[in-house]
């Protein structure tokens, strides 16, 4: 394991390399604390450091893995440090009780924020956040009897059992909850909780498919690195004694987000450099105070569009240039003693009987967008091993009836299910925790990701696991969990030594292939494709029929959505055309094929008439 795992984004670790960051971590605070001993202010700008560091921790977590841009840290920094003083000064709590409440305040207000507002997505979030921000700016410079107003208030010091933190104390309080922070984080993401990050990140209606249910995961990130903030705020306020709105205002935001962008966001290294960056820059722009935002509005552009990848990120760049070699994914993370043979990974859902496995059944389904009838009182029956074919021209309203079944879009009316399984008006991620995976017209692959990591991300439900066992990722479920995603790669016909390859770096006809294997590792009832051959040259069709006639034998019953009429006629049992949202004929692929509405429909009347004569 090298240095430079650190540096790779979505590359954690390990357990050695989490204890042995501990340690050396451990060992950076006592010889910084020895070394400062005597210098008070280098020893304030050594825990200021720290705090910033964890802060830009927390917000890369946020918006590094998980993609949630957010410029509302500063608020909950400054709930944290408001709330801990008023409980404290005002309320006559005791400080370690005042920072709980205060982590339960700011939690609270993150979560009646989250609800609502993470609903959104993109600009439309972050901007949400700017206004959280200015909202509890404002507030704090109005409410004075609270706050203090523009002149803020003294900060109480830490007291517990009659010991008061001073200044050395907060800097072994910022370093430890750094620390913890830094393995936590650490050992989350190097397992199914940091796919499932990475996948909601890189493709969120994607990640849904696979049973992830993304609107909690966004709820539950969102929070919990509120609550981090929050602390970062009390200590912050702790270190300098006072909290003022100056201290918390919209710039902060923006320079959290600027120590995660220069940092690296996505990299586990990168918050810690970017911490360093921000308090040592204002520390040597000191002499420029009156220009500090420009200067770091030129720093934070020159970030973006030169060097879009961090400190942490074009590092490893440069150096893979330097040695004229390309960056591979194992190089971060091997798991070549977790492949299998590919046997046996085709297979129903493990809890269910072949012979029990039931039809997908679809009736009357219907979608009108405004004046357009997409889809018009749709009737059709996926079998358990069988392949079903839907069909049409372009337009016909194919794709809208896969995306209702899968819940990607909600139906005007009809209802479809599976034996007692109603799927009617459920979301994509519980569909899909019933059995039913897709996949997708344009492959939908977490690109940073090896190919191994994106097949296990389609066992992310299966493979749950207690509570707290996710901080121990590396245990016989998750090694379990690994070799099946071999296993399910071998078996679609995916050559071994292409495992640890990033994603983004496949063919079109294997990156399609790891879908197919992604959506098998679940040990699905029914796999339903959309346009699976486009684009593919012959010999990748070919491998796809015989994936695709591999689980028909299995019993995964299998529904295809394609133009690619030689693919469809070759592996389909029964095809259901449609033509401008309604059904115009259902049947084998030989009667399909000699239908004259079908020809029509495909070819126009003239057509029709030319074969008649």
């Not at 050594?46 to 560091?53: F, H, N, Q, R, Y």
């Not at 919209?250 to 120590?259: D, G, N």
């Not at 997708?440 to 207690?466: C, F, H, K, M």
Request: proline letters at 4%; aromatic letters at 6%.
């Amino acid at each position: 394991m090298t240095p430079a795992v650190l540096l790779r984004p979505g590359r954690t670790l390990g357990w050695w390399g989490v204890f042995r960051s501990g340690v050396i971590g451990a060992a950076v605070l006592i010889v910084l604390n020895v070394g400062l001993a005597g210098d008070g202010y280098q020893l304030y700008l050594v825990t200021s450091c720290l705090i910033w560091a964890t802060l830009a921790l927390s917000l890369n977590v946020l918006f590094g893995m998980t993609g949630q841009l957010s410029l509302g840290h500063a608020a909950f920094m400054a709930v944290g440090a408001y709330a801990y003083t008023i409980l404290v000064n005002d309320a006559g709590w005791a400080p370690l009780i005042g920072v709980l409440g205060a982590v339960g305040c700011s939690s609270f207000i993150a979560l009646a924020f989250a609800l609502p507002i993470l609903r959104l997505r993109h600009h439309y979030l972050a901007l949400a956040t700017v206004a959280l921000s200015l909202i509890v700016y404002s507030l704090a410079n109005n409410l004075i009897d609270l706050t203090g107003g523009p002149n803020g208030r003294l900060v109480p010091q830490l007291e517990v059992a009659g010991w008061t933190a001073g200044p050395g104390d907060v800097f072994w309080i910022a370093g430890t909850f750094l620390i913890v922070c830094f393995v936590c984080v650490s050992l989350l993401a190097d397992g199914r909780i940091g796919r499932g990050w990475l996948m909601v990140r890189d493709q969120q209606d994607a990640a849904a498919g696979q049973g992830i249910n993304t609107y909690l995961v966004r709820v539950s990130v969102f929070v919990a690195t509120a609550a981090v903030a929050s602390i970062g705020g009390i200590l912050l306020a702790m270190t300098a004694r006072f909290a003022s709105p100056e201290n918390f205002s919209i710039l902060t935001s923006v320079e959290v987000l600027m120590a995660v962008l220069v940092g690296g966001a996505g990299r586990l290294l990168g918050p810690l450099i970017g911490g360093i960056f921000v308090v040592y820059a204002h520390e040597l722009t000191g002499p420029l105070a009156d220009y500090d935002e420009f200067i770091f509005a030129v720093i934070l552009f020159v970030t973006v569009v030169f060097m879009p990848a961090g400190v942490a990120g074009s590092v490893p760049d440069l150096v893979a240039r330097v040695r004229r070699r390309p960056i591979k994914a194992s190089e971060s993370r091997a798991h070549d003693d977790l492949t299998a043979e590919g046997d046996d990974v085709i297979a129903v859902r493990r809890d269910e009987p072949l012979d029990v496995v039931q039809a997908l059944q679809v009736t009357g389904l219907s979608k009108r967008f405004n004046g357009l009838q997409a889809v018009a009182d749709l009737d059709m029956t996926v079998p358990a091993g069988q392949v079903t074919a839907l069909i049409g021209p372009n337009g016909a309203g194919k794709s809208t009836a896969f995306k209702m079944i899968t819940g990607s879009v909600r139906a005007d009316s009809g209802s479809w299910r599976v034996g007692d399984d109603d799927l009617t008006g459920r979301r994509a991620h519980a569909i899909a925790r019933l059995g039913l995976r897709q996949t997708y017209q344009t492959p939908a692959l977490a690109p940073t990701l090896s190919v191994l990591e994106n097949v296990a991300i389609g066992a992310y439900w299966t493979d749950r696991r207690p509570r707290g066992a996710d901080l121990a990722p590396h245990g016989a479920r998750e090694r379990d969990v690994l070799r099946r995603a071999s296993a399910a790669c071998l078996r679609v016909g995916l050559d071994r030594e292409i495992l640890q390859r990033s994603a983004g770096s496949l063919t079109l006809g294997n990156q399609r292939l790891v879908e197919v294997a992604r959506a098998l590792v679940s040990g699905p009832r029914f796999v339903l494709m959309d346009e699976p051959g486009a684009n593919l040259n012959l010999e990748e069709k070919e491998r796809l029929a015989t994936v695709i006639q591999d689980m028909k034998l299995a019993g995964i019953g299998v529904l295809l959505v394609d133009h690619e009429m030689r693919l469809v006629m070759t592996v389909a049992d029964r095809v259901y055309v449609v033509n401008q949202g309604r059904l115009i004929c259902s049947g084998t692929p030989e009667v399909v094929q000699r239908d004259p509405v079908v020809i029509e429909a495909y070819l126009g009347r003239e057509a029709v008439r030319a074969e008649s004569h």
